[in-house]
């Protein structure tokens, strides 16, 4: 039942239904008041109503921050999504309540956002913004009629740079890191070149999962948001002479790197000194494409590196023009 009442020049209307709170607006024109009953309590009966009166009061920035606090402090990329939300919770995009997000305002963020960033990471702050949307909708029961990031095309991205670290490369690295104040340096770089570690994986690395024995490491909860779990890896002879050549630390870890800006400090320099620009985590692609062409299978390679998903194995091995000639003449 609808009713109406004069308030300040204005017509305040109220519609109440049985099993449903009571809603109300204000109108200049009485019969603009007078339509809008009309038509909520045709909805309500044919249980159409929209109700966007929690979307209408809840701002993007409050969605992120609950966000932070229900997933991802969870998960084991906390630190890099938690500075991403930081990021975006600055843009003018998130003083908007849930229910002005439209796909034109993701549109204008999106535009926005490609002025100071790439395609790759313009779409990871749409994905996070619609993947924090859909846990309004589906964990906290907030009434959105769709997801606004659905109707926003992804940017194209620039197809990957194959880049591998050369042999000549690598000696230049190693000789060079002999000189570091990181005395662990030289065994991070042998870490991803010959046995595939991420930089993350190498940092967290423990003396005790290691068998010097076997030349085997047992990596716990490595930090890979698409395979968070434990694995063990094989270790080279020259890895293992440089692990035992390295001052045990206090605190049980291999490397006494406190955290990755440190290492990336350090390797950074590492690279002014050398002239080497190619990133740490070209070890990576170096090691799948020597594992590659030394003949290891793919199962292998797999299992030493953690990839799960083929497709992305595929785009870490880069294979030169001039070996697939020399099987073609052998």
């Not at 084991?76 to 439209?102: D, F, H, S, W």
């Not at 606004?148 to 060079?176: G, T, Y």
């Amino acid at each position: 039942m609808a009713t109406f009442r004069r308030r300040l020049g204005k017509w305040e209307v109220r519609v109440r239904r049985y099993s449903n709170k009571t809603l109300s607006k204000t109108f200049l024109q009485k019969d603009d008041a007078d339509k809008w009953a009309r038509e909520v309590e045709v909805k309500i009966e044919k249980g159409l109503y929209e109700d966007l009166s929690q979307a209408n009061t809840i701002t993007l920035r409050e969605l992120m921050e609950t966000y932070y606090k229900d997933i991802t402090v969870n998960k084991l990329g906390k630190n890099e999504e938690m500075y991403k939300i930081n990021k975006l919770c600055r843009q003018p995009i998130a003083n908007l309540k849930l229910a002005r997000v439209t796909p034109l305002q993701v549109r204008k963020f999106q535009d926005a956002c490609l002025l100071i960033y790439n395609p790759s990471t313009t779409n990871k702050y749409i994905t996070l913004i619609s993947v924090a949307i859909k846990h309004a909708r589906q964990m906290l029961g907030i009434y959105l009629p769709n997801n606004p990031c659905d109707f926003v095309k992804r940017l194209k991205e620039p197809e990957f740079k194959a880049d591998v670290i050369e042999e000549h490369e690598e000696m230049l690295l190693l000789s060079e890191a002999e000189k570091s104040k990181a005395n662990w340096l030289k065994l991070a770089i042998m870490l991803g070149i010959d046995c595939g570690m991420r930089r993350g994986e190498i940092i967290k690395l423990r003396r005790e999962n290691i068998d010097f024995l076997n030349a085997t490491a047992k990596l716990l909860e490595t930090k890979d948001p698409k395979n968070p779990r434990s694995r063990n890896i094989g270790l080279s002879p020259r890895v293992i002479v440089e692990m035992q050549s390295l001052p045990a630390n206090i605190d049980g870890r291999v490397i006494n790197c406190p955290s990755n800006d440190n290492f990336q400090h350090f390797y950074s320099q590492l690279q002014r000194w050398t002239g080497v620009k190619k990133s740490f985590h070209t070890t990576r692609h170096t090691f799948a494409s020597r594992c590659v062409i030394n003949g290891w299978s793919i199962s292998e390679i797999s299992a030493q590196g953690g990839w799960k998903n083929l497709s992305v194995l595929k785009r870490y091995t880069h294979i030169k023009a001039t070996h697939l000639s020399k099987k073609l003449g052998s």
